[in-house]
């Protein structure tokens, strides 16, 4: 009978040995997905920190717009704005403004550019009028300014940022594709 109960005794002694050993091994395994998940997220947030300070370098050379070029040979592309009226920026009582806009590019290809554009632009020169004084735009050299304003806005809004070399030095391809602006209705009352 002694024989007996020694090898219940080792029967219950060899549980707890298999029993630690499979919470041994679960721990092992969970310190190591643990490990594996974080080198993981570390490796994925450092290579995408990388990435981007890559692309910040890269950047402007790769959203550096092409040169414009205007064939003097081929007639003008127009694309024809609509109607904008606005109230103007206070002053003196309420004034507003009505104007037709004629937008003069470089070929017909930032035409089909502009329509695709066209909301984003509006939107644009509606808040620039609006921010207008009618002092402002009593003279013929205020409504000149709002107009390369305008250019400003559409070359802008096809990813050429403004020029800042004077006027006077600058050829009107220098600024974008978008060549000039020019006014069919202009009524401030």
Do not use: C, W
């Amino acid at each position: 009978m002694s024989k007996a109960p020694a090898k219940a005794e080792a029967a219950e002694g060899e549980a707890p040995a298999k029993g630690g050993g499979k919470k041994k091994l679960i721990i092992i395994v969970a310190v190591v997905l643990i490990l594996a998940i974080a080198g993981g997220a570390a490796f994925f947030l450092l290579g995408k920190k990388k990435h981007a300070e890559g692309e910040e370098e890269e950047e402007p050379a790769h959203h550096e717009p092409p040169k414009v070029k205007v064939d003097p040979s081929k007639p003008p592309v127009f694309v024809q704005l609509d109607q904008f009226t606005v109230n103007l920026a206070p002053e003196e009582g309420e004034h507003f403004l009505q104007a037709t806009m004629v937008l003069r590019v470089a070929d017909a290809k930032v035409g089909d550019s502009l329509k695709a554009y066209m909301p984003e632009l509006k939107h644009r020169i509606l808040m620039l009028l609006s921010s207008k004084r009618p002092s402002e735009l009593a003279n013929a050299e205020g409504r000149e300014e709002l107009a390369d304003e305008v250019k400003d806005e559409a070359n802008d809004v096809l990813g050429y940022a403004p020029n800042p070399k004077k006027k006077a030095k600058r050829r009107p391809e220098d600024d974008g594709p978008v060549l000039a602006v020019l006014f069919n209705q202009f009524i401030v009352q």
